[in-house]
């Protein structure tokens, strides 16, 4: 909590990361959404929090660009090879 945080605001930001994957009961939704009405510091980090989201889960549905994949793949490959100890050999 820090100095700016009142104490009504706890619960909310205890709460935010379920509010925005929406695994809480529509009750508890109405009850951050009004807390957030009137309160501009919660009002603003959620609504940070549901941007930066959105972005994250936008870039996750890209695809890998193919150099990327490949030495992605290579890497396990390699972690894999070393940790059974017989390196595969490559043609």
């Known amino acids: 909590m820090t ?4 104490p009504e605001c706890v619960p909310v930001l205890a709460s ?8 809480l009961p529509g009750t508890e939704c109405v009850r951050i959404e009004a807390h957030c009405v009137g309160c501009e510091s919660c009002a603003t ?11 994250c889960r936008g870039v996750a549905s890209l695809p890998l660009p193919a150099p990327v994949r490949e030495r992605a793949q290579a890497s396990v ?10 390196p595969k050999v490559r043609g």
């Open 3 to 6: 100095d700016s945080t009142r």
């Open 16 to 23: 935010i990361s379920a509010y925005l994957d929406g695994e």
């Open 45 to 55: 980090l959620v609504e940070g929090l549901r941007a930066t989201l959105g972005l």
């Open 77 to 86: 490959q390699k972690l894999l090879d070393d940790a059974l100890g017989s």
